[in-house]
Nanobody, 124 residues
Framework: QVQLVESGGGLVQAGGSLRLSCAASGRTFSTYGMGWFRQAPGKEREFVAGISWGGTRTTYADSVKGRFTISRDNAKNTGYLQMNSVKPEDTAVYYC?????????????????WGQGTQVTVSS
């Protein structure tokens, strides 16, 4: 089993940057695919970005492509989401999740373990 803890959320002005981290427990993190999802108030949870177990494949939602970058450091059991040029519509609770299959899939149903989430608020 894997436990995930997100950090790095907070309040940021539109156009600014923020880096989210996802710390994983357990020695099998390096075999899992990892994804970031977000959920805004009154909306369904949506895919943001995914990265394969070795970091060679990444997938992004169209809404964040070119602005956000997903990465991972398997030696540190940590994943990241670098958020640049943020917009008010990026405001949401951000969750990281891991996928035992090891891919970079966009469906939330593909993911097996989830963190508690971290709030990101973008002011205009």
């Amino acid at each position: 089993q894997v436990q995930l803890v997100e950090s790095g959320g907070g309040l940021v002005q539109a156009g600014g940057s923020l880096r989210l981290s996802c710390a994983a427990s357990g020695r099998t993190f390096s075999t899992y695919g990892m994804g970031w999802f977000r959920q805004a108030p009154g909306k369904e949870r949506e895919f943001v970005a995914g990265i394969s177990w070795g970091g060679t494949r990444t997938t992004y939602a169209d809404s964040v492509k070119g602005r956000f970058t997903i990465s991972r450091d398997n030696a540190k059991n940590t994943g990241y989401l670098q958020m640049n040029s943020v917009k008010p519509e990026d405001t949401a609770v951000y969750y990281c999740a891991v996928d035992e299959y090891g891919g970079s899939r966009s469906s939330q149903w593909s993911y097996d373990y989830w963190g508690q989430g971290t709030q990101v608020t973008v002011s205009s």
